[in-house]
């Protein structure tokens, strides 16, 4: 859900980078605000990126309200001894046996390397299950209220809403909350490494120390810092257009 809301960011910087461009040609044309509104309009994008915004609004507001219940019963006897808790391994796996490629009537040695793997806590303990649902409650909390400010900012855009005080607020809001996932996602990560991962034992399987550094979630973040500062000017050149009416 994240990179979806990544990759709707990313689209969205494009139509808002072109409906600034073409604001400010309208202002070096036009000098009457009223003309501008008419022809400056919400591009198609922007408005089926809002609509599937307002969707995975709606999903996420349901994850949030099932990981506060998975959540309290993981405090009580609903499940027993018999949690089988899967998760994603933080790092990548290397098989160390040697396997066989028949290829072109040709054997050749091959290995498997650099895997993406999760990990079975068979009979997963309470304080493995709690922690790792705590993690899951905090992430699933942080998607949605960025989420939130990315469809209120989507629909102060579509209604024609675009140069003003409050989007800029909410897109400084957006790119630090996607700054604050990030941390949470490397500290998390790091924890579960360095508790679990490092203590792994398997015959045949090298666990390796290559931890992600989710660089494309901070990227977002500062794109989205950027376009906070491209409103700014936009808004400046909105009040300027103002005071020559």
């Not at 040709?106 to 649902?133: A, C, Q, Y």
């Not at 700054?179 to 490092?198: D, E």
């Amino acid at each position: 859900m994240i990179y979806l809301l990544c990759f709707g960011i990313y689209l969205s910087f494009i139509d808002i980078l072109l409906l600034f461009i073409e604001y400010f040609l309208l202002i070096l044309i036009r000098n009457y605000k009223s003309s501008i509104m008419k022809i400056v309009k919400s591009p198609l994008s922007i408005r089926i990126i809002y609509w599937l915004t307002t969707f995975s609004l709606g999903v996420m507001f349901i994850m949030v309200l099932a990981s506060f219940a998975f959540n309290i019963l993981l405090y009580t006897d609903f499940f027993g001894n018999n949690m089988q808790l899967h998760t994603d391994l933080p790092v990548k796996v290397d098989i160390l046996e040697t396997g066989n490629l028949h290829l072109n009537d040709m054997d050749l040695d091959v290995k498997l390397v650099e895997g993406e793997m999760r990990i079975h806590f068979i009979n997963t303990p309470n304080f493995i299950s709690r922690w790792i649902g705590l993690a899951i409650l905090i992430a699933v909390l942080l998607g949605t209220y960025l989420i939130w400010l990315f469809r209120t900012f989507l629909k102060n855009v579509n209604e024609g809403n675009i140069f003003n005080v409050n989007n800029i607020q909410l897109l400084k809001k957006l790119s630090y909350g996607i700054a604050g996932l990030w941390l949470f996602t490397i500290i998390y990560m790091r924890i579960f490494y360095y508790q679990i991962a490092k203590n792994l034992e398997f015959d045949g399987v090298l666990i390796t120390n290559e931890l992600p550094d989710y660089s494309g979630i901070l990227f977002t973040a500062i794109l989205i810092w950027i376009l906070a500062h491209i409103f700014i000017t936009g808004v400046r050149l909105q009040k300027e257009t103002d005071l020559t009416i």
